[in-house]
Each structure stands twice: as structure tokens, then as C-alpha cells.
């Protein structure tokens, strides 16, 4: 779907703008310009603006959730339970007689958090490592490349799971594994686009002037990867939601009472046949979550890449 | 070509050496006792004693790192604290299912998603084109364990089709891996079908196109050999990604694999089967990636191995 909106827009798009993009690629220069076009390019895209609306709807319901919660998230009320969506409790209630909407607000403040966390933990821990990586190059490079094989050789969720494994459950374990899992993702983007990038003339006139190294690499080279870091880091919420709801789901992330969705889908298994409400909604919350991260994401891939713009 | 297999494969020691000390670590890094947590959290002082000495805890960490490798060379993976049984066993009787899971979803996954793939790529902006793309990038958003939740609510407990949990039959195969394939499938499609717009687009098709070749031949033939060669990489991945999925898929349908063998064996703290499930699933994948990587090599004659430090 995207792909036809980047090509459309490519056609309609003054060359120059290829032209600039193209530029500030190479120079650190003109962020306000390239900022406003990078915009401008997102918004055309129908896709990536359903994303955007997505995302702000839930970052708005989810930072005033106390205002839009209609009932204490952890009151429980024996005598209400499992009842469906009604007048009274939008979503319907859960085992124990809590409202399953107000919990769904609160669960969103705790998915958006792990989302954000873990892509900071990966982003302050991963670009410097592929960093400094890439640009000494040499046995540092090739050690630190093995350490980041052995890394991935954990397929998806299972190096999150062994961080949980030895750290315990928790929301703030959670955050830390799945943030965890995304190092190597980071570190092999950056490596890869700081080797392209230290070629480059400018980095040798910063060489010639006398510069540090870690000058170099903060001031000089890390501004030009940004555009891939963004794009990884919008896919990597989306990711890191979905990791944290299936830790949740195994009852290896958030713990009760915390109405985090992948625990109350999973509390809500045992009710499937009588109060599916329960695993309907919450699985709907994440679903829509991660699909307004993954639009924006390819939404900022095309805007950002000066081939496909 | 062979220099780079020969590298390719020297290259993986280094990481199955990586991966076996983190599995060993896991035991050491939680909090309390390794021997205790070998033993199990019931077991009297005489046998936790016992566990120490069998596996050198009471030694420095080389000496129990090398025991620890020398056992595992020997297929001794210690014994499950739940079941009492040797963990070799357990892996051995339930990798199997999970192994039969991955391998049909994956083929499912690949026929649906590249088709898809193909079609989109060659019929553009259709209905079809953008319904896939869209069903696609659903697919990709949905959590595993609630796709998997919906399918039972509907093909079991609402239509009573197939059956909602459990092994035996065919049907019950069903249900497991559309589910485990799904996300897999609305990839691989997405993936063919920008690989296929871009061959399209290269002068070889405006050649063979301009030679009055049918549009068929030109598809089929020409630009699919090209364009699948990313879906190949991306498959191996997927399968890695299937049997780590396995984990959340395995534990809805109660289907005895080794995902759920990880999972229970996590929450019971049964340490001795979490080593041994976590060990099978990363030096498989990296297996995969190694069969993987030298399939690239053998499909995609345009890349060089000599320079580089093994990307």
C-alpha cells in the first residue's frame, strides 16, 4: 500500500527536493529544510498518516487516561463480574469485576512506556557500539561484530525470554529485555551505514582538522545515520509492544494486578467461551498499536530515502 | 566460493561458543544459589551437595564453564527438577512437534506470501493488490497468541470445526500453523512483491519485453528468479523467528513442543530444561543462517566473499 503512495508521490515531487535529500545525506547541514520536507512527504502519504493519527490517539487517551477512565482500573467487584459490554462498563468486566476499559486506558500508558524505554535502552546502547564498530574497524570491529552474531543467534523473542529468565518478571524487566533484544539490531544498522559514511570527504577535512575521534563519530557521522535509526526505532516500538504483550501472555512480563493487555488477555483465556470481551478488545489494542508504529514507520522509510522520493 | 563457505563456517564457532557461556551464564546471573537452582528449590542439602560436586560448582568459573561444555558435547544436559527425566529425552520427544509445526507453517507461509507476492507485484494498484498489502500489513500487527485465541473462539468453540487444543490428528495442525504462519506469510508477501517491482523495473525485463517475449515468460521466468532470491534469506529467518514464535503459538494450543517445554520450564524455575531449550533453539537458528548464507552464495553469483569481515 505504501509503496504505491511513494511512487505517486515521486512522480509529482520537484526534483530538487531529491536533490536536497540527496545532500543531506552527505552534509549535516540544512536540518530545518530537510525536517519540513521529510513532514510534507509524510503527510502525503495516506498510509503513514492513518499511523500518525493512530499513534497520537492513543499517546493522547493514554497520557489522560485518569480522565477518560470511567472506574478505578484495579477496583475489583465480586458481585459484577465478567459481565459484557454494557452502559455502565464500556468494554464489559473482567474475573474479578474490574472495568475492562478503564484498564485498557491504563494498559496502553504501560505498552507505550515499554515501547519507548526499550527502544531507548537499544538506541543508547546499540548505535554506539556499531558505532565505534564501523568506524575503528580492525579486531575491535571484528570482536565486536562475533559478540553481535552471537546476540542474534536468539531468533525473536527467545533472547528477550532468557533476560527475563535470569532478571525476573516485571514491566521494568520487560522494558530491559526487549530492549536488550534489539542491541544487535542497532548496532549492525549503524555499523553498516557508519562504514558508508567515513569515506566520505568531509569526514576526511574533520580528520585534517584535528578533530577527535569521538568528536567525529558524535558530530560528524551519527547526525548522517539518523534517518535509518528512525526508521529501525519506529519499526522497534512496534516490535518491542508486541514482545512485551507475548512476555505478558506467558506471565513472564507484567505481573497482576497490572493491566497490562498481554496479562488481561491472558487472564481472559480462561473465559474465552462465556466473556470473550476479554481477549477480543485487548488483542485489538495491541494489534492497532503496533499497525499505527508499522505505517509510520514505512511512511518515514520513503520520506527519508532519497531514492524513493 | 569455497573459501567463503570454509570462512562462513569457521566464523560460526566463535558464535556457538558465544551462545553456549550465555546459556551457561543464565544459572550463575540469577539471583542465589546454581546448585540449588540445578537441584530444584525441594531438594535436600545431601543432593544439592551432590549437584555441586557433579557439576564443579564448587570450583572456579573455567573449570565449570569446561565442565559444562564437555557434558553438553556428550548429550548430557542434566535432568528435568519436574519430571526427574534427563533433558535429552524431553527435547528429544517434543522438538520433533515443534520442528513439524515450524516446517508447515513455513510452507504455508511461503506459498501464500510469495503467490500474493507475485500477484500484487504484476497486477499493481488493483483491488487485489491493495487488499493483500492491507491484509498483509494486519497480519504483521497481530499478536501472535491472539490471532491464535480468535481462531479457537471461531473454528472451535463458535463453529466447532477443528479442535481447539491438543495433537493427534491433521485437524489439529489446522488452527497451530495458520496462525504461527501468519505474520510470516503477510512478510514474505510484502518482501516478493517490492523485490518483484524492483526487477521489473531493470533493463533485462525491458529487453526481454521489447524481444516480444510473453509477458508470462517474462514474469515467470525472468524477473521471479531474480526477485525471489531476498525471499530465500528472509525464509531462513523466518524459520528461525517461527520456532522462537513457536513459544506463544505452542502455549494456546497446548501443543507439546518445546516452546511450551521453555515456557513451563521458566515459570517452575525447572533451570536444567531451560538451558537445554534455550542451547537446541539458538544453535538451530544458527544453523539455519549458516545453510542460509551459503544458499545466498551459491544463488546470487554477483557477491564477492574475499574482503569484509563476514557480513
Redesign the interface.
Known amino acids: 500500500?505504501q509503496?504505491?503512495d511513494r511512487d505517486s508521490v515521486a512522480a509529482t515531487l520537484h526534483p530538487p527536493a531529491a536533490d536536497a535529500a540527496a545532500a543531506t545525506a552527505l552534509t549535516p547541514r540544512k536540518k530545518t529544510s530537510e525536517l519540513h520536507e521529510v513532514f510534507r512527504h509524510l503527510l502525503r502519504n495516506r498510509a503513514a498518516v492513518v499511523g500518525l493519527i493512530i499513534i497520537g490517539g492513543f499517546v493522547f487517551v493514554s497520557v489522560f487516561a485518569p480522565l477518560f477512565s470511567t472506574h478505578d482500573p484495579l477496583r475489583t467487584n465480586l458481585g459484577n463480574r465478567l459481565q459484557p459490554p454494557n452502559r455502565e462498563h464500556l468494554l464489559g468486566t473482567d474475573e474479578l469485576g474490574r472495568d475492562l476499559f478503564s484498564r485498557m486506558l491504563y494498559g496502553g500508558r504501560i505498552s507505550l512506556n515499554i515501547g519507548v524505554i526499550s527502544v531507548l535502552i537499544g538506541v543508547l546502547v546499540g548505535v554506539p557500539i556499531g558505532a565505534i564498530s564501523g568506524y575503528f574497524g580492525g579486531k575491535l570491529?571484528?570482536l565486536t561484530?562475533?559478540?553481535i552474531?552471537?546476540m542474534i543467534?536468539?531468533?525473536?523473542?527467545?533472547l528477550a525470554?532468557?533476560v527475563?529468565?535470569?532478571l525476573g518478571v516485571g514491566v521494568e524487566n520487560v522494558m530491559i529485555a526487549t530492549g536488550v533484544a534489539s542491541i544487535p539490531i542497532y548496532a549492525r544498522l549503524v555499523r553498516g551505514s557508519v562504514l558508508a559514511i567515513k569515506e566520505q570527504s568531509y569526514v576526511a577535512a574533520a580528520h585534517a582538522a584535528g578533530l577527535g575521534h569521538l568528536r567525529i563519530i558524535f558530530r560528524q557521522i551519527l547526525p548522517n545515520c539518523l534517518a535509518p535509526i528512525i526508521v529501525q526505532s519506529t519499526f522497534q516500538i512496534?516490535t518491542s509492544i508486541?514482545w512485551a504483550?507475548?512476555l505478558g501472555?506467558?506471565?513472564?512480563g507484567a505481573q497482576a494486578p497490572t493491566p497490562e493487555w498481554?496479562a488481561i488477555?491472558?487472564n481472559g483465556?480462561a473465559y474465552?467461551?462465556t466473556a470473550?470481551h476479554l481477549?477480543?478488545y485487548?488483542?485489538?489494542a495491541?494489534?492497532?498499536m503496533?499497525?499505527g508504529f508499522?505505517?509510520v514507520g514505512d511512511g518515514l522509510r520513503d520520506a527519508l530515502d532519497p531514492k524513493t522520493r | 566460493m569455497y573459501q567463503y563457505i570454509v570462512r562462513r563456517l569457521l566464523?560460526t564457532v566463535?558464535?556457538v561458543l558465544?551462545?553456549s557461556?550465555?546459556v551457561f551464564?543464565?544459572i550463575r546471573?540469577?539471583p542465589g544459589d546454581p546448585a540449588r537452582a540445578i537441584a530444584g528449590v525441594n531438594a535436600t542439602p545431601q543432593f544439592i551437595q551432590q549437584v555441586r560436586v557433579r557439576y564443579a560448582l564448587d570450583q572456579p568459573l573455567y573449570i565449570q564453564y569446561g565442565r559444562f561444555i564437555t557434558d553438553f558435547m556428550r548429550g548430557e544436559l542434566g535432568n528435568s527438577i519436574f519430571s526427574g527425566r534427563p533433558v535429552t529425552t524431553e527435547l528429544g520427544e517434543r522438538f520433533p512437534r515443534t520442528l513439524l509445526l515450524a516446517t508447515i507453517s513455513l510452507v504455508i507461509a511461503t506459498i501464500l506470501g510469495v503467490s500474493a507476492g507475485i500477484v500484487s507485484a504484476t497486477r499493481?494498484?488493483s483491488v487485489f493488490?491493495?487488499a493483500s498489502?492491507?491484509v498483509a500489513?494486519?497480519g504483521?500487527?497481530?499478536?501472535?497468541?491472539?490471532?491464535a485465541?480468535?481462531l479457537?473462539?471461531l473454528f472451535a468453540?463458535q463453529l466447532r470445526l477443528l479442535p481447539a487444543t491438543g495433537i493427534g490428528t491433521i485437524r489439529h495442525l489446522i488452527l497451530p500453523s495458520i496462525t504461527l504462519g501468519t505474520a510470516s506469510a503477510a512478510l514474505m508477501a510484502r518482501i516478493t512483491?517490492?523485490s518483484m517491482?524492483d526487477v521489473l523495473r531493470q533493463d533485462f525485463i525491458t529487453t526481454a519485453r521489447a524481444k516480444g517475449l510473453n509477458e508470462r515468460l517474462v514474469v515467470y521466468k525472468h524477473a521471479l528468479k531474480n526477485a525471489l532470491i531476498p525471499v530465500v534469506t528472509v525464509l531462513g529467518l523466518q524459520f528461525?523467528?517461527l520456532?522462537?514464535?513457536a513459544?506463544?503459538t505452542e502455549?494456546?494450543f497446548a501443543w507439546p513442543g518445546v516452546g511450551r517445554l521453555?515456557?513451563d520450564a521458566?515459570?517452575r524455575r525447572d533451570y536444567p530444561v531451560?538451558q537445554g531449550t534455550?542451547m537446541l533453539?539458538?544453535?538451530l537458528?544458527?544453523l539455519i543462517?549458516l545453510v542460509v548464507d551459503i544458499v545466498y552464495a551459491f544463488l546470487d553469483p554477483r557477491i564477492h566473499y574475499q574482503s569484509g569481515?563476514?557480513e
Open positions: 500500500m509503496a504505491d570491529d571484528i561484530q562475533r559478540f552474531d552471537i543467534a536468539f531468533p525473536g523473542i527467545l525470554i532468557v527475563v529468565t535470569v512496534a508486541l504483550a507475548g501472555f506467558l506471565g513472564l498481554g488477555l491472558s483465556r474465552i467461551r470473550h481477549t477480543t485487548p488483542g485489538l495491541i494489534l492497532l503496533v499497525l508499522n505505517l | 566464523l566463535p558464535v558465544g551462545v557461556i550465555i551464564s543464565i546471573l540469577i499493481r494498484n493488490d491493495n498489502m492491507l500489513l494486519v504483521v500487527a497481530a499478536p501472535v497468541f491472539w490471532m485465541l480468535m479457537q473462539l468453540v512483491r517490492s517491482l528461525g523467528i520456532l522462537g514464535g513459544v506463544l502455549t494456546v521453555l515456557v521458566i515459570l531451560v534455550v533453539l539458538a544453535l537458528f544458527v543462517n569481515s563476514g
